[in-house]
Nanobody, 121 residues
Framework: EVQLVESGGGLVQAGGSLRLSCAASGFTFDDYAIGWFRQAPGKEREGVSCISSSDGSTYYADSVKGRFTISSDNAKNTVYLQMNSLKPEDTAVYYC??????????????WGQGTQVTVSS
């Protein structure tokens, strides 16, 4: 059974930092790409950052470039999203998703349950 479990969300002041974790199981981690997506109230879900566990290629949305860093620990089957210089507009539920790397980056065959990130001004 595929499982993606997010953790690390919370409440932080603008300018602060959080690190999200996505622990994966049930598939061959090295063959998959993992992505972080977010959905704010009243808005569509959007891709934030993605990484291929097979070749390390990454993607960042323009809105988070220079502030967020995605990384993968293949030994722990875990992907991290380090979020610095957080802004109120980063407030959303953050989800991780996975799909085979050979299908492309930032796809989503499987979803986690999400973790809330709230940035106060």
């Amino acid at each position: 059974e595929v499982q993606l479990v997010e953790s690390g969300g919370g409440l932080v002041q603008a300018g602060g930092s959080l690190r999200l974790s996505c622990a994966a199981s049930g598939f061959t981690f090295d063959d998959y790409a993992i992505g972080w997506f977010r959905q704010a109230p009243g808005k569509e879900r959007e891709g934030v950052s993605c990484i291929s566990s097979s070749d390390g290629s990454t993607y960042y949305a323009d809105s988070v470039k220079g502030r967020f860093t995605i990384s993968s620990d293949n030994a722990k089957n875990t992907v991290y999203l380090q979020m610095n210089s957080l802004k109120p507009e980063d407030t959303a539920v953050y989800y991780c998703a996975a799909a085979p790397s050979n299908k492309g980056l930032c796809l989503n065959d499987y979803w986690g349950q999400g973790t809330q990130v709230t940035v106060s001004s």
